[in-house]
């Protein structure tokens, strides 16, 4: 295999200087017209690349943007990272992903590895394990932007883009109540973490203030089969529940497993509504109501942010995504 050209390779066939190879590709006006096409054209027929790890060693700048996240196959962070990439390359920038697989000593290695390659700024949604920041925060003194998303710390001084994640569950509540909705199954994610926390709060409140008699039994499942297996609980008994609640996409598909498990219609046996990012519940018949938390949105504001903070920002921000109720038929 043919090793990629180089500058030098370049100006000893022109019998130009480097510097001058190197200002003609970078259209440096003191090169003349006939100097830059002759230059670009070897370059082009010997499919010259400027060596990428020369110019971050010479620059400190890597161009590359990590991100952190659980996994790369949620729906939620797929089209999270599809926002950023479309804005990095917009930008000159390109992306370095990177799993956790919800891990915390995974993410902490991988988060190394980040280091390593001197990411110019990273992008992390935490695991719900991730207790110990500090690692996180010396990214400060290395000179590289931290913004959280998503799953973000209890910890204030930092950048956070969240969803709305109260208003979110109040409007869940808030459309199951208008339907006179009594007996609930409302499940949540790992109580760990700061969004699960928050949307249970939200929700609770809302339900207690506006349908006090309603009687609520809350979950926490911590993946789909667990989601599954609650709701399919829930459902056998004597009293189930008129209406599930769902804080995410994994956990509306083992609700709506165990749901059509025994048989039951939407929303004739029971009503549905979950928080999601619009994917999943288009997948069912009737479609399921959804309060809409976009991880397309949430992708373009982060990244935003990140570049106020590359171009030398040091405030620190928590800024949100509105949500809003998509109507289905499953209410």
Request: contains cysteine; negative net charge; proline residues 4%.
């Amino acid at each position: 295999m043919r090793q990629s050209s180089t500058l030098k390779e370049l100006s000893e066939i022109l019998n130009l200087s480097i510097s001058t190879v190197s200002r003609a590709l970078k259209d440096h006006p003191d090169i003349s017209e006939e100097s830059k096409k002759r230059v670009r054209e070897l370059a082009l027929a010997l499919e010259y690349e400027p060596n990428a790890y020369a110019i971050q060693l010479r620059t400190n700048e890597s161009k590359v943007l990590g991100i952190l996240v659980p996994s790369v196959a949620n729906f939620f962070y797929d089209s999270f990272i599809s926002a950023v990439e479309e804005e990095a390359r917009s930008t000159g920038y390109s992306v370095f992903i990177m799993q956790s697989g919800d891990d915390a000593q995974v993410e902490l290695n991988s988060l190394k590895l980040l280091k390593r390659n001197r990411v110019t700024g990273l992008f992390v949604a935490i695991t719900t394990d991730t207790n110990d920041l500090q690692p996180f925060l010396k990214l400060n003194e290395l000179n590289i932007p931290l913004v959280f998303f998503d799953r973000v710390p209890d910890y204030e001084n930092c950048n956070k883009i969240c969803l709305a994640d109260k208003a979110a569950a109040a409007i869940a509540a808030e459309a199951l109540v208008k339907k006179n909705k009594k007996r609930i199954l409302a499940l949540f994610g790992h109580p760990n973490l700061t969004i699960s926390r928050k949307r249970y709060d939200s929700f609770k409140d809302t339900y207690e203030r506006l349908s006090p008699d309603a009687t609520v039994e809350y979950g926490f499942p911590l993946n789909t089969e667990e989601g599954r297996v609650l709701t399919l609980n829930a459902i056998e008994r004597n009293d189930p529940p008129d209406a599930v609640f769902c804080m995410g996409d994994l956990i509306l598909i083992g609700a709506m497993q165990a749901i059509h498990e025994k048989g039951l219609t939407v929303p004739g046996n029971i009503s549905v509504i979950s928080i999601s990012n619009g994917f999943i519940p288009m997948l069912y018949n009737p479609k399921i109501t959804y309060v809409e938390t976009s991880g397309y949105k949430l992708g373009k504001l982060a990244f935003k942010r990140m570049m106020n903070c590359v171009a030398g920002d040091s405030s620190v921000q928590e800024l949100t995504i509105d949500s809003l109720l998509v109507q289905g038929g499953s209410l």
